[in-house]
């Protein structure tokens, strides 16, 4: 603790209308408020949706899957709840994360405190009472001492705006807020924009359905088998038996995932040993545990030229159609630089003679029309249109919120020119203000559930400490923000991911800052967490409580 700050908070309210507030019912709300209420403080968790699940309750188009085994995509604050749920998959579909999302609900009871269909407006700091001030889209008010947000990552649609799309008359469609009761596309022509992780997982269940599919590709991007399949009993079991053991060591590991890392270089092996190896993770392994073959791949770029090549070549011996392969190689690009994506049968796909490919790379779309997009000049009739364009990763739901600190400074001023946070928790000028998996720290670039563990787990540890030693509040230093700004880029400046356009970096929004904003390496950030601790808060100011105030 910062005992030398000689700023002491005046009034500390003394009766808040809750202890703390949470934005979002995903995983990280649901959790944080099930550790709020083990400290005994009165939360509330408001969310936009009129359930919980955050991410996996808006993305329910057809082929949702994780991405992350499931095994390892589940929460382990609680071995009882590990031991007891099954997941049928390897790699879970959205609707069993969902069914898993409602049992952790009713299993420890949240409901009561959660507050569906209640979108959050904005929120004040009020520095003359030290709390902040909550407004709602029930044009409802409430006070709190602690700010959390837990709004997710991927949670604001990138909507992309084209020309004559208000004429179009068929079906406008994002795979980021699906409706619930699904499409159908029989007998229908689709169109399908963007080949990200949501197109590329989309596109072989609506081409299965439609009369016809056509897909406008503007990047062309890397996709690996996720050999998704049944989990047995067996399989299970052991896993459960060593549960504890997995847990530790997954947060231990850079990605917070057990990859099983080849730890080689790929520069290291023969031309021959190089390709069979990658042809036994592609067979073996797939998905993002592909990028495990050797552990140079997201660090060295000659290295990853060789992952590149060999899914370009992968990609030529799936798809029939020369032409059509080589749209979907991605020539020059960088493997892992854009999230790899994890698929069943998306190249495949393109040997149906229901489906269609147009490059979009030099020739953007231009406009729609009441029933066609038109591309170079071309016609191309559709009765349905799917946007699959992304999100506005890390910092849309964040800025999506009226966020107000000291001086009534909003958060969109101070993070104009990009995010700025003290290890993805907090930012200057903001106290009591938590991010959960905020810019700056691990989270998108892990298997967000031990992220979302760890952060819950500070944050709640963070505020046990702020009660017991009647501090009032907790605020990064200016020097530590701006030290783990440089050394967030500092890191990622070591890796490929700044070498490419990606949402990691925001470059996927028209207009928004290029800066990288997730940290890589969890290992090394957990270890500076404890260390931030155990130096007393380093870093931080904690103001303690000096008087009360009704
Ligand atoms: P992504 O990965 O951001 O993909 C969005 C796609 O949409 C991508 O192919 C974009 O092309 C494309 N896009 C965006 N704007 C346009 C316009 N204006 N014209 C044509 N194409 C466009 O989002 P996803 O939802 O697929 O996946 C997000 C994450 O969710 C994923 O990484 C997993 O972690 C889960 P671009 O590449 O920008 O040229």
Request: glycine residues 8%; aromatic residues 12%; negative net charge.
């Amino acid at each position: 603790m910062d005992d030398r700050s000689p700023i002491s908070a005046k009034a500390t309210a003394k009766t808040t209308d809750f202890d703390a507030i949470v934005v979002g019912a995903g995983f990280a709300g649901m959790f944080m408020l099930h550790r709020l209420r083990q400290q005994g403080l009165k939360a509330r968790v408001f969310e936009r949706g009129s359930g919980v699940g955050g991410t996996w309750f808006w993305n329910r188009y057809p082929g949702a899957r994780c991405d992350t085994e499931s095994m390892e995509y589940s929460y382990q604050f609680d071995d009882a709840l590990q031991q007891e749920w099954n997941w049928p998959e390897r790699y879970s579909a959205q609707p069993e994360i969902l069914k898993y999302a409602n049992h952790v609900a009713d299993r420890y009871d949240l409901r009561s405190d959660l507050q569906f269909n209640t979108k959050v407006l904005s929120a004040t700091f009020d520095e003359s009472r030290n709390c902040w001030t909550i407004a709602t889209d029930d044009g409802k008010r409430v006070t709190a001492r602690y700010f959390i947000m837990a709004t997710g990552t991927l949670s604001i649609a990138n909507k992309p705006q084209f020309p004559g799309v208000e004429s179009f008359k068929g079906r406008v469609l994002y795979t980021s807020d699906w409706p619930h009761e699904g499409v159908d596309f029989t007998g229908r022509k689709v169109g399908l924009i963007g080949t990200g992780s949501s197109g590329i997982q989309s596109t072989p269940h609506i081409a299965a359905q439609a009369d016809h599919l056509t897909v406008f590709q503007r990047t062309p991007n890397f996709s690996v088998p996720a050999r998704n399949r049944p989990l047995s009993e067996e399989e299970r079991n052991t896993t459960k038996a060593r549960y504890g053991e997995l847990r530790k060591f997954t947060y231990e590991q850079p990605f917070a995932t057990d990859f099983h890392l080849n730890d080689q270089s790929a520069l290291s092996v023969s031309p021959e040993e190089r390709k069979r190896i990658y042809e036994q993770r592609w067979n073996e392994h797939g998905g993002l545990h592909f990028m495990a073959a050797f552990n140079d791949l997201m660090f060295n770029s000659e290295a990853n030229k060789t992952v590149a090549e060999f899914i370009v070549d992968k990609i030529h011996g799936i798809v029939n159609d020369p032409d059509k392969a080589e749209i979907l190689a991605p020539r020059n690009g960088v493997v892992g630089c854009k999230r790899l994506c994890s698929d069943t049968d998306y190249f495949e796909t393109f040997n149906r003679d229901n489906v269609s490919l147009v490059d979009v790379s030099k020739q953007p779309i231009e406009s729609f029309t009441a029933n066609s997009i038109k591309v170079g000049g071309n016609d191309y009739p559709v009765d349905d249109i799917v946007f699959a364009t992304g999100f506005d990763a890390m910092t849309g739901a964040l800025l999506g919120v009226d966020i107000k600190g000291r001086n009534g400074q909003p958060l969109r001023e101070k993070w104009s020119a990009g995010p700025r946070t003290y290890l993805g928790l907090q930012t200057v000028g903001f106290p009591n203000l938590f991010f959960i998996s905020g810019p700056g720290s691990p989270s998108v670039l892990t298997n967000m559930m031990v992220s979302i563990d760890q952060h819950v787990n500070f944050i709640s540890d963070t505020i046990r400490h702020l009660e017991q030693s009647g501090v009032a509040l907790i605020e990064p230093q200016q020097p530590a923000e701006d030290a783990w700004v440089d050394h967030v880029n500092e890191v990622a400046d070591l890796t490929v991911y700044p070498t490419c356009n990606s949402w990691y970096l925001g470059s996927n929004v028209p207009g928004k800052t290029r800066v990288f904003m997730p940290y890589v390496g969890f290992n090394t950030y957990v270890d500076k967490c404890k260390d931030v601790v155990a130096k007393g808060y380093q870093g931080f100011t904690l103001v303690r409580r000096a008087a009360e105030t009704a």
